[in-house]
């Protein structure tokens, strides 16, 4: 099956800086989506985004589906983004579920 | 409108019982997917429904079993339970099945099991 990978795995800044995470992906996919984990659980959609790039706030992402990877840009950070962050695709093969990458633990300190 | 809703939201459960989640999806969403979540394995694909009808299931044992209503709400299943099903089970809701262009996925808060 398609392989998700991330980076990097841990990622700990000082509030106000800037930051970028990737996920690498070994097949072609129809679905890309973003997700940041809250300590409670849940998992927020950040952004849906199997090509192209967007941006909400803070945060932004581009998926460049050719060379099969995606990058989250966090800027001015604030500790309310701490939290794990999770990259996850659906293959074009014959996988129809999300396959979640390992996640990057992001700690914004005050 | 609401979220995808999870109950219960914390359990325990002893070795060899057996546990019901419950997902209600957002309003207009026909597909419901599972999800297990744990420290060693990550997040894992369990199964999705679609239509009352199961389209996809990950490699998990026959003990996991799920399904779903003509309402689109859907409930899993674990029986026999084992120390390693300690896990969070998390529920996602969509419009149509996984696959299809621009559809996104929607999670709830998930349900925090812990097997004694």
């Known amino acids: 099956g398609i392989q998700v990978e991330q980076s990097p795995p841990d990622l700990i800044l000082q509030e106000g800086a800037n930051s970028t995470l990737r996920c690498n992906f070994s097949?072609?996919?129809?679905?890309l989506q973003w997700f940041h984990q809250n300590p409670w659980g849940q998992l927020i959609n950040l952004f849906y985004?199997?090509?192209g790039t967007k941006q909400n706030g803070r945060l932004s992402a581009t998926t460049v589906a050719t060379e099969r990877y995606s990058l989250l840009y966090i800027s001015s950070s604030q500790t309310t983004d701490s939290g794990v962050y999770f990259c996850a695709v659906i293959s074009s093969g014959s996988a129809r579920q999300l396959t979640f990458g390992s996640g990057t633990q992001l700690t914004v300190l005050p | 409108k609401a979220g995808v809703t999870q109950t219960p939201r914390y359990l325990i459960k002893t070795r060899g019982q057996q546990v019901t989640l419950s997902c209600s999806p957002i309003s207009g969403h026909r597909s419901v997917s599972w999800y297990q979540q744990t420290p060693g394995q990550g997040l894992q694909f369990l199964f999705e429904?679609?239509?009352?009808?199961?389209?996809n299931k990950g490699n998990f044992p026959g003990r996991f079993s799920g399904r779903q209503f003509s309402n689109s709400r859907s409930e899993m299943n674990v029986s026999t339970l084992e120390l390693g099903d300690s896990a969070l089970y998390l529920c996602a809701s969509s419009l149509a099945p996984g696959a299809r262009t621009g559809n996104t996925i929607y999670f709830g808060e998930g349900s925090w099991l812990t097997v004694v």
């Open positions: 429904y679609f239509s009352e009808t199961q389209r």
């Open positions: 097949d072609s996919v129809n679905n």
């Open positions: 985004i199997p090509s």
